[in-house]
């Protein structure tokens, strides 16, 4: 059985970002909340990018900053 964090450093690796932080924006323990509210934003600019951009917010750029927190957190350490 594949542990979540298991899952999300393959998705990483695969470079399946959405996915990663579809399960990633709810862990707790190990990161901090800083780390988890830019994830969990970072996925909502995803999932819906017309009403954040409808309150003035820079989705591209949101999603860049999960995208690079996700990769910190749980990409290859090499």
């Known amino acids: 059985m594949e ?3 298991d899952k999300v450093r393959r998705l990483v690796s695969e470079g399946r970002y959405k996915d990663a932080l579809r399960i990633a924006k ?3 323990l190990g990161i901090t909340k800083e780390q988890s ?3 969990t934003i970072g996925y ?3 999932v819906n990018p017309v009403f954040y951009q409808s309150i003035g917010m820079d989705t591209a750029e949101t999603v860049k900053k999960a995208i690079d927190t996700i990769q910190s957190l749980y990409g290859n350490k090499n």
Do not use: Q
């Open 26 to 28: 709810g862990f707790r």
């Open 3 to 5: 542990r979540k964090s």
């Open 44 to 46: 909502e600019c995803m």
């Open 37 to 39: 509210d830019e994830m």
